[in-house]
């Protein structure tokens, strides 16, 4: 009897274990969200709703804007939401969600981080909200590529170091508010070294044309 006793507990305690470890496999699915099925306006309307001021960007843009500026192929993406601030001359903020086909992602994903090199410059030579540009967040889950350049107006005449470090504050509400979704939040942009094409200096806001040849972000 001592011996069936002993067996039974052991195979309780085994049983035990197997499932647990089974709960696990299943925790570790959902949080890696293998299975996310929302389109780009849905994870748009999501990261609006989750972030609140840090997410500043007004304007939808349109078709045209993606194939246009961003470059993109529309025919190999399923579903897409763009968007970027009504004040674009000088808040360089965008978000740029895709949900593409099959085999289109990393394509995707090279296009947006050639507009972001775009825009970095601009803000390079301007100085213009450079801290929030350099935390821009380039995420690619499966087939989902994201382009995000986000944070609430910060205090433009603060040092260097103080935007910085409120640029990195409001980057890591976008980490989470991505991973909540995804399960994860690798950046995968590229900062290109400065080439040395920085005046240092502020745009000045009382200028009604920009220099030849530069392109207002999301104008």
């Given amino acids: 009897m001592k011996r069936i006793l002993t067996f039974v507990l052991a195979l309780s305690m085994a049983l035990s274990l197997a499932a647990c470890g089974g709960k696990a496999d299943d925790n570790k699915k959902n949080d890696n969200n293998t299975e996310v099925t929302m389109t780009a306006q849905e994870i748009m309307d999501t990261l609006k709703e989750k972030l609140g001021d840090s997410f500043d960007c007004d304007v939808t843009e349109d078709e045209t804007r993606m194939s246009g500026y961003w470059g993109l192929d529309m025919t190999q993406v399923e579903s897409w ?123 000045d806001m009382g200028d009604d044309e920009l220099p030849d040849g530069e392109i207002m972000i999301g104008g």
Avoid: C, H
Wanted: no cysteine; glycine share 8%.
């Fill in 81 to 203: 939401a763009s968007m970027s601030n009504s004040n674009s001359a000088i808040n360089p903020s965008a978000a740029v969600i895709l949900k593409v086909k099959d085999g289109y992602a990393q394509d995707a994903a090279a296009l947006l981080q050639t507009g972001y090199e775009q825009i970095l410059s601009y803000s390079r030579i301007y100085n213009m909200d450079l801290q929030k540009v350099l935390q821009a967040r380039l995420f690619v889950n499966g087939n989902y590529v994201a382009l995000l350049i986000l944070d609430a107006q910060g205090d433009w005449e603060a040092s260097d170091e103080v935007q910085a470090k409120f640029a990195a504050e409001e980057a890591a509400k976008v980490d989470e508010a991505w991973s909540g979704i995804f399960g994860s939040a690798d950046n995968s942009i590229t900062i290109p070294e400065d080439d040395g094409s920085s005046n240092g200096g502020f745009f």
